[in-house]
Every structure is written in structure tokens, then in C-alpha cells.
């Protein structure tokens, strides 16, 4: 019977992390200090979904090419994951997708949760936004840095939907599991879990830092008490396709989550 050790475990979070959102993490700590070193944050700018060519359909390939492959690491994920769902091997049931409930067994359900997180979760993003504006510790996020194109709108949501599923399936599906095979308590899960989440984001200022934590706590404990990676998804995607796509068509910047 196959039971993968620890250190084994460990090394397979760490592959995933560095393929994904740890590699993200090293970036935007580097990022941050990079702005810090140059002016005051407040003075500072971080543009999202940039545009990366002049020519339209260039700049859309590159695009459509960036969503796939950033999903590849969630497709790692799903692969580690078989290998442990298989015939019941270390006592888990189902298959890799049920185990972190990304399916469609209950959408009505997931949605109405989607639906309730996202409120939760987005109008005080708005204001913790205002507030580290105020206070200099946030850099003014610009949602969308696209071309105004037939596909545009298209295209961020789709990259809404990309960074939905990415940081929820990696960052509270599959690493609470991992953390829990490492031995560790739900508790501390859930707090690294949410630090990871936040310093991804730190290139945008210690403002959505702090929004990002306090996100990544609240997920990670419906996580624990539901095992559905599928409601912190909808919610996530839905934060995102608001912000990107009220940025491109309304031309204010918003705060993400």
C-alpha cells in the first residue's frame, strides 16, 4: 500500500509553490521592496492584467496563453492529489476533485455562498482600500491595463476565473490537505495558508496585505467547516470580474481581493 511520507509531502508543496504562488510571493516581496526603494507608496502604481503587445491579436494570444499555462500548476495539484485518492490508499475518499469539492455536485449551493463571500468579503475590501490610500501604505491598483478591444472583457474574465481557481485550489484546497498530512493543527493551517495569500499580493502595499490575511483566514475556515474549495472560488472570480471589468469599462480603480 502506497503512503507518501513527509518529506516526500513536503517536497511536492514546495515543487507546486515554486511552479505557482510561492514563486508569486518571492516576486512581489522583491516587487515591494523595488517600490519602497524608489518613492513612498502612496506614489507608486500596480497595474493588473497588462497589456503585453501593440498588435491586438498578438497582445490576445499572449493573454489567452498566460490563463492556460498559470492553470498548469492546478492540474499539478489535481495529479499529486490522485495518487492519494486512489482506492481509499491513505483513507481518503472519492476522487481528487471531490475530495476539495471543485465539482458541480451542488451548485445552487455553492453559488448562494459565492454570492454571500463575495459581499462579505468585497465592500470592506473597498474600504480598507480607501483607508491605505489615506494612509500611504497602499499603491493605486489598476485593474485592468488592457486596450480597449472586441475581446477585452472576455479576456478578463476569464483571467478573473484563472486567479480564482489558482489561489483557491493551491493556496486552501490542497495545501489545508498537505498541511494536515505534515501534522499540523487546522489552526495553523489556516494562518499560513492566509500569510501565503497575503504576501502574493504585497506588491500592491501592505493595505492589501493585511485585506489578503484577513481574506485567506475567512476562507480557510469555511474551508474547514464546508470542504468545498467551489463556493471560494465563485467568490474570488466574483471579486475579481467586478474589479477587472468595472476598471475597463468605468475607468476607476478599485481594490481587489
Excluded: C
Excluded at 481509499?88 to 455562498?113: C, H, M, T, V, Y
Excluded at 480607501?130 to 497602499?138: M, P, Q, S, W
Aim: charged residues 15%; aromatic residues 12%; hydrophobic residues 50%.
Amino acid at each position: 500500500m502506497f503512503l507518501a511520507s513527509r518529506p516526500r509531502l513536503r517536497a511536492e508543496v514546495l515543487i507546486v509553490l515554486g511552479l505557482s504562488l510561492g514563486q508569486s510571493a518571492v516576486y512581489s516581496v522583491v516587487q515591494l521592496l523595488d517600490k519602497l526603494s524608489r518613492a513612498p507608496l502612496s506614489e507608486a502604481t500596480s497595474t493588473l492584467n497588462r497589456s503585453q503587445s501593440t498588435r491586438e491579436y498578438f497582445d490576445l494570444t499572449y493573454q489567452l496563453l498566460d490563463i492556460i499555462f498559470a492553470l498548469v500548476p492546478v492540474a499539478l495539484v489535481f495529479y499529486f492529489l490522485s495518487f492519494h485518492t486512489q482506492a481509499n490508499r491513505d483513507g481518503d475518499s472519492g476522487s481528487a476533485f471531490e475530495r476539495l469539492g471543485f465539482n458541480l455536485a451542488r451548485p445552487g449551493k455553492d453559488i448562494l455562498q459565492g454570492l454571500g463571500l463575495a459581499a462579505l468579503i468585497g465592500i470592506p475590501s473597498l474600504g480598507l482600500y480607501a483607508a491605505g490610500r489615506a494612509l500611504g501604505i497602499t499603491t493605486a491598483i489598476v485593474p485592468s491595463g488592457l486596450d480597449a478591444y472586441w475581446w477585452t472583457v472576455p479576456v478578463l474574465i476569464l483571467s478573473a476565473v484563472r486567479h480564482a481557481i489558482v489561489e483557491e485550489v493551491i493556496v486552501v484546497g490542497y495545501l489545508l490537505d498537505r498541511f494536515g498530512k505534515f501534522g499540523w493543527s487546522v489552526p495553523a493551517g489556516i494562518v499560513v495558508s492566509a500569510v501565503l495569500r497575503g504576501s502574493y499580493h504585497l506588491y500592491q502595499g501592505f493595505g492589501p496585505f493585511i485585506g489578503n490575511v484577513v481574506m485567506g483566514l475567512v476562507f480557510g475556515w469555511i474551508y474547514t467547516r464546508t470542504k468545498r474549495v467551489m463556493p471560494l472560488v465563485i467568490a474570488h472570480a466574483l471579486l475579481d470580474i467586478v474589479a477587472f471589468v468595472g476598471f475597463s469599462l468605468f475607468g476607476k480603480a478599485v481594490g481587489l481581493g
